[in-house]
């Protein structure tokens, strides 16, 4: 009886923890991937990375976040 | 009202400026700190310990008065906020919950009452103190439980995926729960409240604009929406402003859940 | 050709509003029908759960695109 009263609560916190931390791994992996990209034109003083980085961030803590919240 | 309609210059409607809404000169001349919000923050935290203290000073078994009416707020607390993320742990934190939640409510709801009419959470400064401290504590929290190591591999690296992804996701976990979460914490009630304020502002000034200042046949029509749309958004604004208030709890009892157990 | 009408200021900030339109009814879409369906059916909670974060995730990456879009295609 204990277990069926508790996966409610349970499901409930896991859902609110994943709607929080989605939002915020996709501006993360863009942040650090764009940011990555940003540096890297610098250095080689051209001006494609940093899209690049940025879409390639996105991507993939959109992965991350799949992997993690729906398995 | 009377200092935001007299710079208006005679033809033009003018919507009020984030400058004149929030820059507050101090009240008593000398004294350059002292200002508005800073005289509301003190009067909220001496209206909420003062209400705290005339319900819990001496408990009763059955409550009756002040402590029965505190008591559901307490109750609230105790079954929404902490209870789902703390646990068994509830109890521990229920202190350091019911204030945040308390204190930001009374800080919100200073924004629509008569004659204060200035939500404190909209000076950044205000929320970023309450996150920055629910930060320290998460962190402090985390390496006492999960160990200084374990904390953070706990954090980067959740079980359950392939190998040579870990090197790739580990820098966006890591910027997500440690930069981006106190962040977003403080700016998400300051956001609110800012935008809120200004609005309110906005549609007073178009009721007073159009019905007093230069009352036309036409722009009475205008000011008398402003003047229902007042209204209207003053009510969404008070559900608004409860609303911030119980995030900004349940974020901070999530996050301190977070480092208590570890994720799984 | 004379001037009709003009838009002074950050135009980015309009194309931010704008971009937001879709994945805001997208997202409105995503979990309404999910919780129609969790309603109709409780004992699918899981899968459905799964389902509507992945959808969430997607939309979610659109909005975030047209947040930083100005600054992709400034030097671009």
């Known amino acids: 009886m204990s277990a069926q009263e508790r996966r409610p609560e349970e499901d409930g916190r896991d859902f609110a923890d994943a709607m929080w931390s989605i939002p915020s791994y996709l501006l993360a992996g863009m942040a650090i991937y764009g940011g990555a990209g940003w540096l890297l034109d610098r250095w080689l003083d051209m001006s494609a990375f940093f899209p690049i980085g940025t879409v390639l961030g996105l991507v993939l803590a959109g992965y991350l976040a799949y992997r993690k919240f729906s398995r | ?264 | 050709m004379s001037v009709l009408a003009e838009v002074s200021g950050n135009v980015t900030a309009i194309g931010y509003g704008l971009a937001a339109i879709g994945p805001g009814i997208g997202v409105g879409i995503i979990f309404g029908q999910g919780v129609q369906a969790i309603a109709r059916q409780p004992e699918a909670y899981g899968l459905i759960r799964q389902n509507m974060l992945l959808g969430f995730v997607l939309t979610e990456a659109l909005a975030l695109i047209g947040l930083v879009a100005p600054f992709l295609f400034a030097n671009l």
């Open chain 2, 1 to 264: 009202m009377i200092t935001l309609t007299a710079p208006a210059p005679g033809g033009e409607f003018q919507a009020p400026t984030p400058n004149e809404l929030f820059d507050l000169p101090p009240i008593i001349a000398g004294v350059e700190w002292f200002t508005k919000p800073v005289l509301l923050a003190a009067l909220s935290a001496i209206l909420v310990i003062g209400l705290t203290w005339a319900a819990f000073s001496k408990p009763k078994l059955v409550p009756r008065g002040m402590q029965n009416v505190v008591e559901y707020g307490y109750m609230f607390v105790r079954d929404q906020v902490a209870r789902p993320f703390l646990g068994k742990d509830a109890d521990r934190f229920m202190g350091l919950l019911v204030t945040l939640f308390f204190l930001v409510l009374v800080w919100n709801l200073a924004g629509v009452v008569p004659f204060v009419q200035f939500p404190v959470a909209s000076h950044i400064a205000f929320p970023a103190v309450l996150a920055i401290s629910i930060y320290l504590l998460k962190i402090y929290l985390g390496i006492k439980h999960q160990g200084a190591g374990g904390y953070f591999k706990n954090m980067m690296f959740p079980p359950g995926l392939p190998k040579p992804i870990y090197v790739l996701l580990s820098p966006i976990e890591f910027l997500s729960n440690m930069i981006i979460a106190p962040f977003t914490h403080a700016v998400r009630l300051f956001a609110n409240m800012f935008a809120g304020h200004m609005l309110l502002a906005f549609f007073s000034m178009v009721g007073f604009w159009f019905l007093f200042e230069k009352l036309t046949p036409l722009g009475a029509g205008v000011g008398v929406v402003g003047v229902i749309m007042t209204i209207v958004f003053t009510g969404f604004e008070i559900f608004i402003q409860f609303l911030q208030a119980f995030l900004f709890a349940m974020l901070a009892s999530m996050y301190i859940g977070g480092s208590l157990h570890a994720e799984h």
